[in-house]
């Protein structure tokens, strides 16, 4: 079964900064790629068939909306490092809204928006507060979410996108 998740990519300037903040090598942390960093909306999980998902969110009426990365680079906790991407509340409440019958259940704990550069690596203890806090300030404007399937690896995973759609209203695949 597909895995599933609905997401939104910053343009290549927007991501040409992330690329510019500091990775140093630190044991226990798992960098993530370039070609990974998106803003999920909404996780699906494994979904038997992915045309409900595409059904449901051709009906996204939410318009387009400014994406806003940073002030700093931040972390939860002590397992993953992340940069916010804040003004993107509105088109995530609309996914959930539409999707509630696909997937498993959206998060109750609410949509926090961010780009996740770093993973502390299971069963290491990595202090992640040493490595946040950088300075970082971009913003975009989103036209598009992406219905994505995730294959996982050793590797790390990849993202493969399975329909894109207008935020101005309306779909297309």
């Known amino acids: 079964m597909p895995r599933l ?51 449901a969110l051709r009906g996204v009426r939410a318009g387009p909306a400014e994406a806003v990365v940073g002030p700093a680079v931040g972390r939860f906790g002590n397992r993953v490092l992340h940069v916010p991407v804040s003004g993107l509340s509105e088109v ?51 036209d598009e979410l992406c219905l994505v399937e995730s294959h996982l690896s050793p590797a790390g995973a990849r993202y493969e996108v399975v329909a894109s759609f207008a935020l101005s209203g309306g779909g297309r695949s």
């Open 92 to 142: 995530a409440a609309d996914v959930v809204a539409l999707t509630a019958g696909v997937g498993q259940p959206a998060e109750e704990r609410g949509f926090s928006g961010h780009l996740t550069l770093a993973r502390s690596a299971k069963g290491k203890r990595v202090n992640l507060a040493l490595l946040a806090g950088e300075a970082i300030s971009e913003r975009w404007t989103v």
């Open 5 to 55: 998740f609905v997401a939104v990519w910053p343009p290549d300037d927007v991501l040409d900064a992330v690329a510019r903040l500091a990775r140093p090598p630190v044991p226990g942390v798992r960098w993530t790629a370039r070609e990974q960093w998106h803003v999920t909306l909404r996780f699906f999980g494994a979904v038997e068939d992915a045309s409900a998902a595409v059904d």
